[in-house]
């Protein structure tokens, strides 16, 4: 870090610089008095604050047309992720057009680092980050999450649908 | 002798070796999927392509032999490309499996493509749909897709199996390997199918989907299946060993191994080992550390010197028999040292590849130092002797591998006569723990991937080997064993160990050298993407 | 003009059968070719410039010197395998005479020292196996075959063997493949079938045209026989005329005749108001010749091979102004594909290729660099394999693409025939 030394009067009176400050303050007070609606605070936790559906927060396991998980268990996001808070477990899927899937799907979401390496590194679209960041708990809570949890929990409404699916990708040829 | 000049490097083979031979006594690189030194040869994949001066269609060097003066040289663009394309004539119907296949990361495919490839694919039509994962057998499965029909399998079943099971079905690109019907890949060397295959069409039951390779560190040792000795690598990770692979040994194994060798990893792991000594007296049950177990011995065995005897088994390294049998001998005075043979039917039996009859992969060993103490106990006695009560205490060195002791339980009810049994070893036996009415010690053992020394096969071939890791880091190791009861301190001398002299870390033969890789470099840092 | 050699009684019916075969001519010569030394023969042949009639054109005489000079069995094999499209003449000559196929299969095997034969039929052809095994059942009643022939002391048994059905089975290690009972598929050369062939013995393996010919030669000797076709490609040959022309059909006429006067004289020329595009001159295999080539031509193996295509198997396809070539091309990749036998890779995967690209083109959906790509994959299939079916499937796309390549563009950008102006579909139903 560095620090400019600015020169000059203004900098050696501390009143100019205190008044400034108060000048700035009582502006916002009286624009805040004024028009609530240009006021930069929330009344949180009344209130919250909606981010963009491209905000990088809990991650969101997609699932395929029929339902079923996407996730091939390829490891990439595991062998991708620089926390090294995702475990998975493979097996073998009786469909032979899937043929590999997980049977758990762990992410300890206390030592992710939310960098999106997993997303970045998934080649079936089976891994995202959502937009769902406020997820607190009390001691006692579980924050290793499952399967379950990443595919299917309420707020998902069913499962969030991946781009890529097997049945189309088989169709095509690919 | 002709010599011939490989990309300007002057090379003597033998007579009638191939280009192919002097290519890889150059360690020139050179692609191919088909060729395997220890089969015949297909000249099918057209991938080892060359040219030779004053020929002017390029050759294959897997058949074609060298004569004298003969200058070889596959750098010319016209033979890069040719292999470019012909690479990409391999994949344009390979499905983009990789992140399912369990061959990523160590895939023939991907290797060579990265040192050869057209990094370009022009393929724009939909790929040729066949059969995936069929079972082929008990322990083995297929994907056609995946399959580049380089016939090492086909060639393997026929060779060196003699089974012939396999066959490529159809023609064309439908082509497809697949079994007569009714008929299953089951022989004893079938998982070999799986290591010579360049892809990943192949793949073991038991290793399928249990981990990615990039996760697994390898060691070379030497197989204790049985007491031919072959050169393997184990595989393993912090969650433990996950498969057995082997290692070329001309002497020895040459480029297989059999099925049963490739269990050996399973009695490594830890729930199938003790894990802490225990004593057990009266029904009740102590946990205790190894090393202060084995010194407490000491008193007893000082005290009750002609009521003490020892059972062998031929299940560990010659450094560690000697040190057991002197210090019993010179320390103690005792002669009461016994053998134990697991299968006295079949012990000389010999299948005319790999598989012996003879278990133990140190039996050659244990006899040599058996005789070197001039100790001859026969195993009447030691049955007599507990009948009789004139053996009480019994130092069983019991076996690492104990699903091919098929006498194990009645052996140990039979130790069990005595009065206190010391039970040295690292696969957990359970009937050990149900004995009531006999005091019984038990000193966890490592075992041999976790210990370094010296086997002698069936050949008399003296095999040294190293350590590859540690996973029972409480268990000691007979020579300490042996220390500890003699009633010294362990001095572990770690400077003692020396260099590996067991095989050098060659490098697989159909690596590709990843300095070679000229295009899309991706070196794998964690976190910096 | 024709000039009728092999097939000088063909249009008499009892040639068929042993009686007639005898009347005009037949065994005649057999006895004295027994009393002739099997070099001798051998030199004969080598003398008369036979080459080899299915395909290659290699001088049969030097081939049968190839055989190593011990004592071990030897076999000899009749390639009757007849699959190049386009070729019908090898059908015609064991259905008409299969006598003459037989005496001068004796003929060659007491050269090459040869106690046993077969008859590799394709597996399509029922009528002819029947014709040969009644043919053969004749021939050893009558004591040409079987043990002591003619009293000469040579031993010779023959059998007919019938293929299943696979085009490469015609290539000669391939047949010897499918003759031990293997998968049939070619064979890694060397060591090469004259040294080591079927069942690991030194084989000889002709086809039916070149072996009919010997009987010629020892009648009527090397220097005879040499005064047929041009210096280099001596003899006779037939060719199998087909496609649109007013005459198709077998004819044997002079190596060196021109390719013009084949299709006019003997085939009777164009069909009315058509005009010649292009000719297929020895089979599917060998590259087209457009209409100016053509008429250049003259049906030897060294004037062809300068106009780069090739005699092969003598089938003359001639293609009339109303063909579409890309369609053509469809077909023969259709047929390439579904014959590779699928042992290298270049093939198996580039037969595949090229047919997807061809259909994909006439399906509508291709792309300009396509027609580049048909190019660069068929550069890297020839030469790169065990046997030619690669180079055959190449040649053909090499000779097209580059030959026509107006009609692909237009096939390509307008998605339909520049000639018929239709559409792959309702060209096709």
Redesign the interface.
Known sequence: MSVVQKAGAASKWYLPGILTGLGITFKHMIKNIVSKKQMVTLNYPEEKYEYSSRFKGNHILTVKKDGNIRC?????CA??C?AECIKIT???NPD??V??FPISYEIDILRCVF?G?CE??C??DAIRLGPEWQTPGLSGANFTYDINHLAYRPSLKGGIQSHVDDEER?K??? | MPKCTINGKEVEVKDGQTIMEAFYKTEEPIAHYCYHPGLSVAGVCRLCICDIEGNPRPQIACNTVVTEGMKVSNKSDKIKDGVKWVLDFHLINHPLDCPVCDQAGECGLQEQYMEFGKYDPEMAEHKVKKHKVVDLGPTVVLDSERCVLCSRCVRFTDEVSKTSELGIFNRGDRSEIGTVEGKKLDNKYSLNTVDICPVGALTSKDFRFRQRVWYLKDSETVCNGCSTGCNVKVYFNKEGFFRVKPVYNEKVNGHWMCDEGRDIYKFLNKDARFTTGIVRQKGEQTEMAPGALAKELHKEIKAKKDQVALVLTGQYTVEEYDAMVSSMVKEFGISKIYHWVNNKESFDSFDGLLLRGDKNPNTKGLLQVLEKHQIKGVWGDLEAGLKNKSIKTLIVAGPENKAVFDNLETHVKLFAQAEHLVWLGSAKVDSLLNLNNVKVSIVPLKTFVEKEGTFINAAGLEQKFKRATTVVHEALTLTETAILMSGKNLTVPMAQIEKPAFLENKRRQDQVMLENRKKNEFVFKRGSL | METKLLTEFYHLDEFRFLDGYKKNGGYVNLEKALKMQPQAIIDEVKASGLRGRGGAGFSTGMKWSFLPKNNEPRYLVCNADEGEPGTFKDRLMMERAPHQLIEGMIMSAFAVGSKKSYIYVRGEYYYPVEVLEQAVQEAYKAGYLGKNILGSGFDHDMDVYRGAGAYICGEETGLISSLEGQKGQPKLKPPFPAVKGYLQKPTIVNNVETLAAVKYIIRDGAAAYKKFGTEKSPGTKLFSLSGNVRKPGNYEVNLGYSLNDLINNEGGGMKPGRKLKAVIPGGSSAPVLTAEEASRATMDYECLAQMGTMLGSGAVIVIDDSQCMVDMLGVLMHFYHHESCGQCTPCREGTGWLNKITHSILEGKGRLQDIDLLVKVADNMKGRTICALSDAAALPVLSFVTKFRDEFEFYVREGRSKVRGSFYAQMHH
Not at chain 1, 72 to 76: P, S, Y
């Open positions: 091939t268990a390829c490891m990439l062998t991708n620089p493979a097996d073998e032979p057009k043929e590999k960098c390496y970045d590194a080649p079936v088989h095509e040829g690919i």
